[in-house]
């Protein structure tokens, strides 16, 4: 047999099995394009050259002008980019995301479109006391936001730490999963990395 007929034979073998492949959501209809987040921490200063990262974290803090706006606009921003062949309502952007100190706990933001547009935008933010979280001293004391700024400068600084917080609740979102949903059936899905389902 020659090399050309046994690539062909596989070709047409390959085919087959992609055919017989069950669909993995129901329609075609919608589709999700990017997802992209932003990170608005200050637990390490970003070193960058690129005048885009500087006016993004600018712009997320415009209007900020306390110590408490600050700590309050603190987080990821995710922005999912999708497309909808057709304008029919009712299509569900669910944002499920896991958070450094919550563990296995799922937490769920959904966005409900009325309207979709044939190119669309929906957008989600985990920040604030969400993001951060509690912490508390070693004593079961609450840390106040004047001690919380204070322990994250301490920390930026590089300086030795004697007592040290834990928070409780909050935390990075270590891995995310975004679906398209109309009438409780998928469409489509895009998740990141680390998400297991």
């Given at each position: 047999m020659t090399p050309r007929k046994t690539c062909q034979i596989l070709l047409s073998l390959g085919g087959a099995f992609a055919l017989a492949a069950p669909a993995v959501f129901a329609s075609d209809e919608v589709e999700?394009?990017?997802?992209?987040?932003?990170?608005?921490?200050?637990?390490?200063?970003?070193?960058?050259?690129?005048?885009?990262?500087?006016?993004?974290?600018?712009?997320?803090?415009?209007?900020?002008i306390t110590t408490e706006d600050i700590r309050a606009r603190r987080g990821k921003y995710f922005t999912v980019l999708w497309r909808a062949k057709d304008a029919a309502p009712?299509?569900?952007?669910?944002?499920?995301?896991?958070?450094?100190?919550?563990?296995?706990?799922?937490?769920?933001?959904e966005v409900t479109v009325d309207e979709a547009k044939r190119s669309n935008s929906t957008d989600f933010q985990v920040i604030g006391r969400q993001y951060t979280g509690e912490w508390f001293w070693?004593?079961?004391?609450?840390?106040?936001?004047r001690e919380y700024e204070s322990y994250v400068a301490k920390l930026r600084s590089g300086e030795t730490i004697q007592e040290k917080p834990t928070p409780k609740?909050?935390?990075?979102?270590?891995?995310?999963?975004?679906?398209?949903?109309?009438?409780?059936?998928?469409?489509?899905?895009?998740?990141?990395y680390l998400w297991r389902d």
């Open positions: 999700i394009r990017k997802v992209n987040y932003t990170a608005l921490t200050f637990e390490r200063p970003q070193q960058t050259s690129d005048a885009m990262i500087d006016f993004e974290r600018r712009y997320l803090l415009h209007g900020a009712g299509i569900v952007v669910r944002f499920e995301y896991l958070q450094a100190y919550t563990g296995a706990q799922i937490h769920v933001q070693p004593n079961g004391k609450q840390l106040t936001d609740g909050g935390g990075d979102v270590v891995a995310w999963k975004v679906t398209l949903l109309r009438d409780g059936v998928a469409l489509d899905t895009e998740k990141s």
